[in-house]
């Protein structure tokens, strides 16, 4: 049976009144969590495990609600699950979690005034959770959170759109992770989310975290962080990534919005000068994100690693020249649009010169080529990357280039394709780039830079996420970005057993065990 999988299992079961009493089956079957999305299933969950409680109850660890407007039939059953003594799952996901605690209600939520429901009233009683996922989080969601009293060690948490019902009951640390997740203060490590949001007046608060080592969250532009007030409460931070929602690709091609580069200018100064007041992060190692994001925060302390998403091209690259003087990082990984930005004199040339990039040690950069140098002199161009790199005191790199942009755009290269002679390419550049002996090339920085230990380079041909590049028409028109942007593999589902992941992959209700 350990070798079978869930349908197999559960199938046995059914035809095996022994195998369905046994210890070891329902502990295959719960073993990777369950997974409730209909009234159906809870029923027939429910059945399940008060049919030999003392057996799989010890065997499920994970519970996960994919859906809500449950019944009252189905509540009353969820009711009793959480409330059976025997029941200690250390994780819990809500997903619509709003739907999930307002099952049973009707429309009367809108009217009462009391947040709390008989769902809540339940969920709040587990007191064994260590790790909860948690998303659309409103009103009563809000509530089971102030409420939840076990020693999460792990929480993600995401609310829901600017049109929910936050917006009728305005509540100063409606959003506010530090406060929300108070109970969990001296346990909580690790916290995820999105739509978080301190009261602008409030830069310090007096609850602390000090086992959180990791903080991933996504802000909306103008709710962008207070780093005293996250530093205050999160003082051991080690791992930052942070993300603005709002920040597309094409922010990259045109430059930001007017009102969001004075938003971010504003958030700053802010930052900047409360934590010359107020101190900041003193252990501080990793910050992964967006560029305009970490340009936000303003940071004064130095930083291990510093990894950007997203691109840099001229539009962007003073912004990326402030965050690498504000962190002064010794590992750095970014990727770059655009061959002209090593040109002699560009920002970016004067930037990798400066004394705050002198501390560089290891460099994953990745050039992506603009498709207006499809004419453009590689051999020079590769040149002058390598004498541009060499002023770094790097011990590791690891360079890619990528021309997919300088690839047809209406019949690119098989992801299999090798360079061949008989070949025809859609520019010199491609040619060029396509036929560029790797090897030698990387023994070129190895010859030129005596403090390199490591070196790599690698190709690409991948334009994907770069389409902006192309503009609103000629090569980048719509129809022209929609045959390259679809494959085969887009219409065929990913691994569909982990859609299903809670009763063996595509499998009616009925057909499970229970």
């Given at each position: 049976m350990a070798l079978s999988g869930r349908a197999t299992i559960s199938a046995m079961m059914r035809t095996c009144r022994t195998l369905y009493h046994t210890s070891q089956s329902s502990r295959l079957l719960l073993q990777n969590g369950v997974i409730l999305r209909s009234?159906?299933?809870?029923?027939?969950?429910?059945?399940?495990?008060l049919a030999d409680p003392a057996t799989r109850f010890k065997n499920l660890r994970t519970l996960t609600f994919a859906r809500g407007n449950f019944s009252d039939m189905a509540v009353d059953a969820i009711r009793k699950l959480l409330g059976h003594p025997l029941l200690s799952i250390d994780t819990l996901v809500l997903n619509d979690s709003e739907s999930v605690l307002c099952s049973g209600l009707?429309?009367?939520?809108?009217?009462?005034?009391?947040?709390?429901?008989?769902l809540i009233e339940s969920f709040v009683r587990l007191t064994t959770l260590k790790h909860l996922e948690i998303d659309e989080l409103d009103v009563c969601a809000g509530d089971f959170l102030d409420r939840l009293h076990s020693n999460l060690v792990s929480a993600s948490v995401e609310y829901g759109s600017a049109s929910s019902r936050w917006n009728r009951r305005v509540h100063p640390d409606a959003h506010n992770p530090i406060v929300r997740l108070a109970n969990s203060a001296d346990t909580l490590e690790v916290l995820k989310g999105s739509g978080f949001n301190l009261p602008p007046a409030v830069i310090m608060y007096d609850i602390v975290y000090p086992r959180v080592r990791k903080i991933e969250a996504t802000f909306a532009d103008h709710w962008l962080p207070s780093v005293v007030a996250y530093a205050r409460a999160y003082p051991n931070l080690k791992h930052l990534v942070l993300n603005i929602s709002n920040i597309t690709?094409?922010?990259?091609?045109?430059?930001?919005?007017p009102f969001l580069t004075d938003g971010l200018e504003s958030k700053?100064?802010?930052?900047?000068?409360?934590?010359?007041?107020?101190?900041?992060?003193?252990?501080?190692?990793?910050?992964?994100?967006?560029?305009?994001?970490?340009?936000?925060?303003?940071?004064?302390?130095?930083?291990?690693?510093?990894?950007?998403?997203?691109?840099?091209?001229?539009?962007?690259?003073?912004?990326?020249?402030?965050?690498?003087?504000?962190?002064?990082?010794?590992?750095?990984?970014?990727?770059?649009?655009?061959?002209?930005?090593?040109?002699?004199?560009?920002?970016?040339?004067?930037?990798?010169?400066?004394?705050?990039?002198?501390?560089?040690?290891t460099l994953e950069?990745?050039?992506?080529?603009?498709?207006?140098?499809?004419?453009?002199?590689?051999?020079?161009?590769?040149?002058?990357?390598?004498?541009?790199?060499?002023?770094?005191?790097?011990?590791?790199?690891?360079?890619?280039?990528?021309?997919?942009?300088?690839?047809?755009?209406?019949?690119?290269?098989?992801?299999?394709s090798q360079p061949s002679r008989s070949r025809t390419y859609y520019c010199p550049a491609e040619q060029y780039l396509a036929e560029l002996d790797l090897t030698a090339y990387?023994?070129?920085?190895?010859?030129?830079?005596?403090?390199?230990?490591?070196?790599?380079?690698?190709?690409?041909?991948?334009?994907?996420?770069?389409?902006?590049?192309?503009?609103p028409c000629g090569r980048g028109s719509r129809e022209q970005s929609r045959s390259r942007e679809r494959s085969p593999e887009s219409d065929t589902l990913v691994d569909p057993h982990l859609v299903e992941l809670g009763f063996g992959g595509m499998q009616d209700d009925d057909e499970i065990a229970w």
């Amino acid at each position: 049976m350990a070798l079978s999988g869930r349908a197999t299992i559960s199938a046995m079961m059914r035809t095996c009144r022994t195998l369905y009493h046994t210890s070891q089956s329902s502990r295959l079957l719960l073993q990777n969590g369950v997974i409730l999305r209909s009234d159906s299933r809870i029923l027939a969950f429910s059945r399940f495990m008060l049919a030999d409680p003392a057996t799989r109850f010890k065997n499920l660890r994970t519970l996960t609600f994919a859906r809500g407007n449950f019944s009252d039939m189905a509540v009353d059953a969820i009711r009793k699950l959480l409330g059976h003594p025997l029941l200690s799952i250390d994780t819990l996901v809500l997903n619509d979690s709003e739907s999930v605690l307002c099952s049973g209600l009707g429309p009367s939520i809108f009217k009462v005034n009391d947040r709390s429901t008989p769902l809540i009233e339940s969920f709040v009683r587990l007191t064994t959770l260590k790790h909860l996922e948690i998303d659309e989080l409103d009103v009563c969601a809000g509530d089971f959170l102030d409420r939840l009293h076990s020693n999460l060690v792990s929480a993600s948490v995401e609310y829901g759109s600017a049109s929910s019902r936050w917006n009728r009951r305005v509540h100063p640390d409606a959003h506010n992770p530090i406060v929300r997740l108070a109970n969990s203060a001296d346990t909580l490590e690790v916290l995820k989310g999105s739509g978080f949001n301190l009261p602008p007046a409030v830069i310090m608060y007096d609850i602390v975290y000090p086992r959180v080592r990791k903080i991933e969250a996504t802000f909306a532009d103008h709710w962008l962080p207070s780093v005293v007030a996250y530093a205050r409460a999160y003082p051991n931070l080690k791992h930052l990534v942070l993300n603005i929602s709002n920040i597309t690709r094409r922010s990259a091609m045109y430059g930001l919005d007017p009102f969001l580069t004075d938003g971010l200018e504003s958030k700053r100064c802010t930052n900047k000068e409360d934590q010359t007041k107020y101190g900041s992060w003193k252990g501080l190692r990793v910050i992964e994100g967006g560029l305009a994001a970490v340009y936000a925060l303003g940071l004064v302390c130095k930083v291990s690693a510093l990894r950007l998403e997203g691109d840099v091209t001229k539009n962007t690259v003073h912004y990326l020249d402030a965050v690498l003087c504000d962190t002064r990082p010794q590992k750095l990984s970014v990727t770059i649009v655009g061959g002209f930005m090593f040109d002699e004199g560009s920002i970016l040339s004067q930037l990798l010169a400066k004394p705050a990039v002198q501390r560089l040690a290891t460099l994953e950069m990745e050039l992506c080529f603009a498709p207006s140098e499809g004419d453009s002199d590689m051999a020079e161009l590769t040149s002058k990357i390598l004498l541009k790199l060499a002023d770094l005191p790097l011990r590791k790199l690891v360079l890619t280039l990528n021309y997919g942009l300088l690839t047809d755009p209406l019949y690119p290269p098989s992801p299999r394709s090798q360079p061949s002679r008989s070949r025809t390419y859609y520019c010199p550049a491609e040619q060029y780039l396509a036929e560029l002996d790797l090897t030698a090339y990387a023994r070129r920085f190895g010859e030129t830079i005596s403090t390199l230990e490591s070196v790599l380079v690698l190709r690409k041909d991948d334009p994907a996420g770069r389409l902006y590049m192309f503009g609103p028409c000629g090569r980048g028109s719509r129809e022209q970005s929609r045959s390259r942007e679809r494959s085969p593999e887009s219409d065929t589902l990913v691994d569909p057993h982990l859609v299903e992941l809670g009763f063996g992959g595509m499998q009616d209700d009925d057909e499970i065990a229970w």
